[in-house]
């Protein structure tokens, strides 16, 4: 038994809006017990049931007893019968995800009908992207800013080392200690710390220690007595090790650790860095004003499965960062939505306007790309899985490279105002002690 279903009449287009087109699929009484005529027969050549072979069961006993199963199986039947006259009769839907079946309402051997969202491309057709008005910053490292990075290195360099025997603890030391908090005479459980590090030149969470330790020397014991809260308690502390603060001078054995001969081709290294990241910072924040302006000239709405499925993969990317740290998926996911749509519409964007001004990754560029990387690796294991991988991006690698040509593009097209930026900063490393 086969049946053929004439769904040309059954199939109503609900709603086009926002990339969604929801259509309503309903079947008559006729159409459904076909169907599940179908679906039954189709069940009789997998289902077992006792005293009988496979494929032997009697059609009426399925029936009865895989109720579940048999709607299932027509459903199926229904959506794939409808989907190929849904693309029949709307040719310029351009479905992004696989579509969706929702509302199924059934009623054996009487009616069938159900729902099936397709979500497509958004249409239109970008403008303004060129003569974007856009600001773009000028490098300007100055001495002042050289200086300052040598000395974050040198801080950053910075190490301690035991003082010279019977030295007193001074206030410009660090000191090893172990201390325990006392109350009428009774020592705290759990106050006992040992090997705590302390900086005597930054204020302490104990009130007093700094002051009762100062002038001791290596092994001996202070006490003394802060207020907790309303409580008076004493403390006991006992100095292990004195050290300080070593910072590396600039001398031949510091260049010889920078790879540089003196400290003029140190100041010249550091500049270019400094000049280097401050390109790269300017022209990220140059790239975003164009982006922006993109986005606001070129309003449309997006597939909502695309954009959840690009939520999911940026929560992924957030996961792993975190190291395996609990997150709250729902708040991530409410800050990384917007994220997600901005780089899906910049996608579609992008590739419109490469379509309009005929912009394409050509075979021989990406042959230029892989050549690129291969020059870079050493082993011909590296360079065979570089082709292999190479090959199952391929089409992602050539898209990418359509976008970073359309950007070029709209960056060589953008009237662009070169300004000084403002007294920058150097950022540096936090200090370390070993």
Not at 246 to 274: I, Y
Not at 282 to 288: G, Q, R
Request: glycine share 4%.
């Amino acid at each position: 038994m086969k049946t053929t279903l004439d769904l040309g009449k059954s199939i109503k287009e609900k709603q086009n809006k926002d990339c969604v087109h929801l259509f309503t699929v309903t079947l008559d009484d006729k159409q459904t017990t076909d169907l599940c005529g179908n679906a039954v027969l189709r069940l009789q050549k997998v289902v077992k049931l006792p005293g009988f072979r496979a494929g032997r069961a009697p059609l009426s006993m399925i029936k009865q007893q895989f109720k579940n199963e048999v709607r299932d199986e027509a459903v199926e039947l229904a959506a794939k019968a409808a989907l190929p006259e849904i693309f029949k009769q709307n040719k310029d839907l351009n479905p992004v995800v696989q579509p969706i079946l929702r509302d199924v309402k059934y009623e054996e051997d009487k009616e069938l009908s159900f729902e099936i969202q397709v979500e497509t491309a958004p249409v239109f057709e970008a403008k303004d992207y060129k003569g974007i008005k856009a600001t773009k910053k000028l490098t300007n490292v100055k001495d002042d800013d050289v200086d300052a990075y040598i000395n974050q290195v040198l801080e950053y360099n910075a190490y301690l080392k035991p003082v010279a025997e019977n030295t007193s603890v001074a206030g410009n030391h660090y000191i090893i200690v172990d201390y325990s908090s006392w109350e009428d005479g009774k020592m705290i459980a759990g106050s006992e710390i040992k090997g705590d590090i302390i900086d005597m030149n930054n204020p302490q969470t104990i009130a007093g220690l700094p002051e009762a330790v100062k002038g001791a020397k290596k092994g001996e014991t202070k006490e003394f007595t802060s207020k907790l809260g309303d409580k008076e308690i004493q403390y006991k502390v006992t100095v292990n090790e004195i050290k300080e603060k070593v910072t590396p001078k600039l001398d031949e054995e510091f260049f010889k650790s920078a790879g540089v001969k003196d400290e003029t081709e140190l100041k010249a290294n550091v500049r270019k860095m400094l000049e280097n990241q401050q390109a790269e910072s300017y022209e990220k924040e140059f790239t975003e004003q164009l982006e922006d302006a993109l986005i606001k000239n070129n309003p449309f709405a997006l597939p909502p499965t695309l954009v959840a499925e690009e939520t999911a993969d940026l929560i992924q990317v957030y996961r792993k960062r975190m190291r395996g740290a609990e997150i709250d998926e729902e708040k991530v996911a409410k800050k990384l939505q917007p994220v997600a749509v901005r780089n899906l519409s910049l996608t579609y964007i992008l590739h419109n306007i490469a379509k309009q001004e005929k912009i394409e990754a050509t075979d021989d560029d990406l042959k230029a790309e892989l050549n690129k990387a291969l020059e870079t690796m050493k082993t011909e294991e590296e360079k065979k899985n570089a082709h292999r991988l190479f090959e199952q991006r391929k089409e992602y690698i050539r898209s990418s490279m359509v976008e970073n040509k359309v950007m070029d593009f709209i960056k060589a097209n953008a009237e662009v105002k070169e300004v000084k930026p403002r007294k920058r900063v150097a950022k540096a490393k936090s200090e370390k002690a070993e």
